[in-house]
């Protein structure tokens, strides 16, 4: 779909957005339902005209705004008047000091876990989708669609009825029943396909460009630009939580690897803004073995990224050819982090660590992010004396087959039989 | 060989908006040779300055992705289903 307009008026209201630039040749193109370079097949990415004056003044707006990630509008892709809109207004989800966890792990500078399982369909993708809708609305589609390893399918679930949208979403044939359920709930329509992700996505980009995906809004290809700025709010959380502070280093799944480079994004524009001192920071990328063609790549010393079919049980994470992987490679290398990765039962391991010391049930992404950050201490690759944020992007009870719990015995209602089993004092 | 090749939208200003094209060659390289004959100017949109697919292109042989198979020198049979599809798609 063309879009005609200028830099200066663009043709649709959304804040400090201005344009759509090309990562990798840095062309510009108007802001449209478009996600890859025409020149050069490059991600779009939003370029900003962002607030200029007092930080203060911006800390200030940004505190007395709504407990949620509309605080940050002047910093996103929206309509100013974005809070006043039907909307799952998620984000500003607790960031856990994590003392026990800290003491377990040998952790001396202060360990945290942004823990987004407290957003309204329980994972961080009610951030990116709650962007997408925007851009859904300014760019009047009326239907909502991704491809989805199945928390995506859910938020776009669920945001999709409250804008009033209709949504299709598409979905590998073998996800976690929870996932399944969690993405039926809505109402909307739900297509399981033969294959994994990286085929769901393969049929998605294909979807798009017949007619019969004509007016459907791709939260995660047509509006991937303004989707993936969704995550920079986990910057500006983060950042804000600490008492506008950098962490010195933080540890972030990869599956696509969107999140990660937004994050970073979110990180350089508060220091470009003066909202945070201008310091160092380090990043580290989290994946499965089962699924690491990051981890691979970083390990080699490559700059591009050799698919992989995946075979994990962290099925959030495994996107076996990741769009953003190149980049995640440039920022760990560049801010001097690294990308490692872990074994399905040190996941598992790391789940049930992070529960038992916190009372936080990850799902199989936030036991990846635990389990690597374990390792790098171990390696001595993540330095345990500085401040370090995990991130836990979603809940437990939605890989409830991950981890095999149950009750430590069962007994007849009676006190002998509790003391029988040896539990009492 | 003749084979059938899936143009994504931001190419069919290439192809005159058709949204699939036939294209003759017995290996990939041979099939963007011969696109570019017939629609000038798209090689290069697929294909680095050093002749290498770009990084943000997946390329799909009837299904299956050439950096699994043999890149530009994978094998386009008879009637095959080439795509080519922007890279940046998916996840989060």
């Known amino acids: 779909m063309a879009v005609q307009a200028t830099e200066s008026t663009p043709s649709v209201a959304l804040g400090p957005a201005v344009a759509l630039s090309c990562r990798e040749c840095g062309e510009r193109f108007p802001l449209g339902p478009i996600f890859a370079c025409q020149e050069c097949f490059g991600p779009l990415e939003i370029a900003y005209a962002l607030p200029t004056g007092d930080p203060e003044a911006l800390k200030k707006q940004i505190e007395a705004g709504p407990a949620n990630i509309w605080r940050y509008a002047p910093l996103l892709p929206v309509p100013a008047d974005v809070a006043d809109k039907p909307n799952l207004n998620p984000g500003f989800t607790k960031l856990v000091k994590a003392d026990r966890l800290a003491a377990e792990l040998g952790v001396t500078g202060g360990l945290y876990v942004k823990d987004d399982s407290g957003n309204p369909t329980h994972s961080f993708k009610d951030r990116v989708v709650a962007i997408a809708v925007e851009a859904a609305r300014a760019f009047g589609f009326t239907t909502l669609s991704c491809s989805s390893t199945g928390n995506l399918a859910g938020a776009v679930g669920a945001a999709a009825r409250r804008a009033g949208l209709k949504s299709c979403v598409f979905i590998p044939h073998d996800l976690e029943p929870g996932k399944v359920v969690m993405a039926a709930v809505y109402g909307g329509d739900l297509v399981a396909i033969e294959g994994n992700y990286d085929d769901v996505n393969r049929f998605c980009s294909e979807l798009i460009g017949d007619p019969l995906g004509e007016g459907w809004g791709f939260v995660n290809v047509n509006l991937r630009p303004y989707y993936g700025e969704g995550s920079k709010t986990l910057a500006y959380e983060i950042c804000e939580q600490l008492g506008w502070r950098l962490p010195d280093q933080l540890v972030i799944p990869i599956a696509s690897g969107s999140q990660l480079t937004k994050i970073d994004k979110g990180l350089k524009e508060l220091i470009a803004l003066g909202l945070v001192e201008d310091k160092p920071y380090k990043i580290f990328g989290a994946q499965a073995e089962g699924c690491s063609p990051v981890s691979a790549a970083f390990k080699a010393g490559h700059e591009v990224v050799k698919p992989q079919k995946p075979n994990t049980i962290a099925k959030s994470l495994a996107i076996g050819n990741p769009a953003d992987g190149p980049y995640v490679l440039d920022i760990a290398r560049r801010t001097g982090g690294a990308v490692e990765d872990v074994t399905d039962p040190q996941i598992v391991d790391a789940i049930k660590l992070l529960a038992r010391t916190e009372g936080i049930f990850a799902e199989t992404a936030g036991g990846v992010t635990v389990g690597v950050t374990r390792k790098l201490i171990e390696n001595g690759v993540l330095d345990p004396s500085l401040t370090t944020v995990v991130l836990n992007t979603g809940d437990g009870l939605k890989t409830l087959d991950a981890v095999a719990s149950g009750p430590t015995a069962t007994i007849r209602p009676d006190l002998d039989a509790f003391r029988a089993a040896g539990l009492a004092g | ?92």
Do not use: W
Request: a negative charge.
């Open chain 2, 1 to 92: 060989m003749s084979v059938n090749v899936r143009i994504p939208t931001i190419l069919r200003t290439y192809t005159g908006g058709e949204a699939e094209v036939t294209a003759e060659g017995a290996t990939l390289s041979e099939v963007i040779a011969d696109l570019e004959k017939n629609h000038q100017g798209i090689a290069a949109r697929v294909l680095d300055d050093a002749g290498k697919l770009r990084r943000f292109v997946n390329v799909y042989v009837n299904d299956d992705d050439v950096r699994f198979e043999q890149g530009l020198q994978t094998p386009t049979p008879e009637g095959a289903g080439i795509s080519i599809i922007p890279a940046v798609a998916g996840g989060c």
